[in-house]
């Protein structure tokens, strides 16, 4: 497993979901969906060299995505949860995932995204990290321009704004 967090990340500001523990969350899911990516050419040698196929433990990653994102939509932006695009950023994605009512949330994720942009054009931070005021207030400007690339570059992939 790949960890988004190691146990000396408790001993430094951070925000509360970067605390290490052993279980997995929705980081260490976007880890894993990325190894199935980065796996997907050489598919041949991983099922030649693993006792299960590479089809199998992309399904598992997708079952575990889908179980682990926020759905209700009415909640979205009130708190860090995982939303369909933090794991959805590719419309290419959407060729390849089962779940039921994906497309609805995907479209509703692509809505909320274009109408949370702030008065000066950006995502506000829907966290807070509860502790270390001095670091957090420098992590919150980082992460707006994180969101702002991130989301940005989302909305183009799936054509909701056009490249300059």
Request: aromatic fraction near 14%; proline fraction near 5%.
């Amino acid at each position: 497993m790949w960890a988004s967090s190691v146990p000396s990340n408790n001993d430094y500001p951070h925000a509360p979901w970067w605390q290490w523990s052993e279980e997995m969350d929705h980081h260490e899911l976007n880890n894993f969906k990325s190894a199935v990516d980065i796996l997907k050419p050489n598919t041949q040698t991983f099922n030649n060299q693993m006792p299960y196929s590479l089809e199998s433990m992309t399904k598992k990653v997708w079952k575990l995505i889908e179980n682990s994102m926020d759905r209700d939509y009415e909640n979205w932006g009130k708190d860090y949860t995982p939303l369909p695009l933090d794991f959805i950023d590719d419309p290419e994605y959407m060729k390849n995932i089962q779940f039921a009512g994906i497309e609805d949330l995907v479209e509703k994720n692509l809505t909320f995204y274009a109408a949370s942009l702030n008065n000066e054009g950006v995502w506000d931070i829907t966290w807070d990290w509860g502790q270390y005021p001095e670091a957090f207030a420098i992590g919150n400007r980082i992460w707006k321009g994180i969101l702002i690339v991130n989301r940005c570059n989302i909305l183009q992939k799936f054509k909701r704004i056009s490249t300059v």
